[in-house]
């Protein structure tokens, strides 16, 4: 049924906003977020960790190394416990696989016969695009959960605001 017509004043009567906002469905509240508990876990392959690539041995850090330095980075901001065993598992195996892909790339070049790429070259993109990916959750939650917020400096976003923009 049409609201009004040609003729002004012709048609239904508009309503007043304030009965509108009375008919309207009640806004329900958004209740907070509940805090995550925090999960302490046992490092469960503490034994495949141990575990050394033959080629690599002596250049490319143990999973040992590399998997303290990232629990002593992320207790150091305060959230020991939030992220996940499994992604920092994840994390030091595709560094470590990333070490070794470059270890073996400097050990017998990047280029093979007939200037195609040594598989390794492949290989380490792999894992390098994995690690970043695993790197980049693990900060989404550091920053999520810190109380301090220690991020660097952007040297060109300073720039601009210097600039007035």
Known sequence: ????????????????????KLEGKAKQTASPAPTPKKIYSQNVM???????????EKEVPSADVLRNEIEEYIASRGCEGYVAPQTITDYVLNRQGFLACECMNRK??????ELKLSPYVTAGQGYYKAMQGDFNLIM????????????????????LTNRGF
């Open 46 to 56: 503490a034994d495949y960790f141990s575990m050394a690539m033959k080629e690599c």
């Open 108 to 113: 017998i070049g990047r280029m093979t016969k």
């Open 140 to 159: 989404q939650i550091i920053n999520r959960h810190s109380g301090n917020q220690n991020e660097e400096k952007n040297a060109f976003l300073e720039l």
């Open 1 to 20: 049924m049409p609201s009004g017509g040609y003729r002004p004043g012709a048609g239904r009567p508009r309503k007043n906003i304030n009965e509108k």
